[in-house]
Nanobody
Framework: QVQLAESGGGLVQAGDSLRLSCAAS????????MVWFRQAPGKEREFVAG????????YYADSVKGRFTISRDNAKNTVYLQMNSLKPEDTAVYYC?????????????????WGQGTQVAVSS
């Protein structure tokens, strides 16, 4: 199995950028498709972005398309979420998650492994 740990969250102003990292340990990182979810206060956890095992394919929620970029470095066992043009509605706890082999999917229950989350707060 794989263990995940997010970092890079913080408090920023609207329009700023932030890069989140998710470091993996355990089983071979390149075996896992990776995603980012987020959960705002009082709301359901929602899909944000996903990336294939090789990093060649990505997909995004409509709400972040064009502003967020997911990437991965398999040599460093890390997946990233570059967030630009941040908005107050992006405020949430951000989680990375992993699924063995299979790329795609936006439902929480499709992912077996989760990090503890990192808080992002965007002020207006």
């Amino acid at each position: 199995q794989v263990q995940l740990a997010e970092s890079g969250g913080g408090l920023v102003q609207a329009g700023d950028s932030l890069r989140l990292s998710c470091a993996a340990s355990g089983r071979t990182f390149s075996f896992y498709a990776m995603v980012w979810f987020r959960q705002a206060p009082g709301k359901e956890r929602e899909f944000v972005a996903g990336i294939s095992r090789s990093g060649d394919n990505t997909y995004y929620a409509d709400s972040v398309k064009g502003r967020f970029t997911i990437s991965r470095d398999n040599a460093k066992n890390t997946v990233y979420l570059q967030m630009n043009s941040l908005k107050p509605e992006d405020t949430a706890v951000y989680y990375c998650a992993a699924r063995l082999w299979v790329f795609g999917g936006t439902a929480q229950d499709e992912y077996n492994y989760w990090g503890q989350g990192t808080q992002v707060a965007v002020s207006s």
